[in-house]
């Protein structure tokens, strides 16, 4: 029984994913605010670490396979394009202040 409770979770936090991702909310948050009422605890490392992890990673991909095209199309401009709007220089200097002051 315990597995398909577990199933079951999953299949909860998913669909909470899965219809917040695209809102301009916090997927994560409410997922957060989701866990205690299916029973899983504040210090349940699996489920916020692990769990976490591996939602958000589906939910990045399944963007960048929806966009493909576009993001190839701005990562790879023609040649003679101004590099200051390159998406690689703006993803460079956005990611800056957390290299800078991260971990």
């Avoid at 692990?50 to 040649?79: D, E």
Wanted: proline residues 7%.
């Amino acid at each position: 029984m315990l597995a398909m409770t577990d199933v079951v979770r999953a299949v909860i936090l998913g669909i909470v994913e899965g219809l917040t991702e695209f809102l301009p909310v916090s997927s994560t948050g409410h997922m957060i605010l989701v866990m205690p009422w299916i029973g899983i605890p504040d210090d349940d490392r699996f489920w916020n670490d692990v769990f976490n992890l591996f939602i958000q990673s589906g939910a990045i991909l399944a963007v960048v396979i929806f966009f493909w095209r576009r993001l190839w199309r701005l990562t790879f401009r023609p040649p003679g394009s101004a590099w200051h709007g390159h998406i690689l220089v703006k993803l460079f200097v956005a990611m800056l202040p957390a290299a800078i002051l991260g971990p």
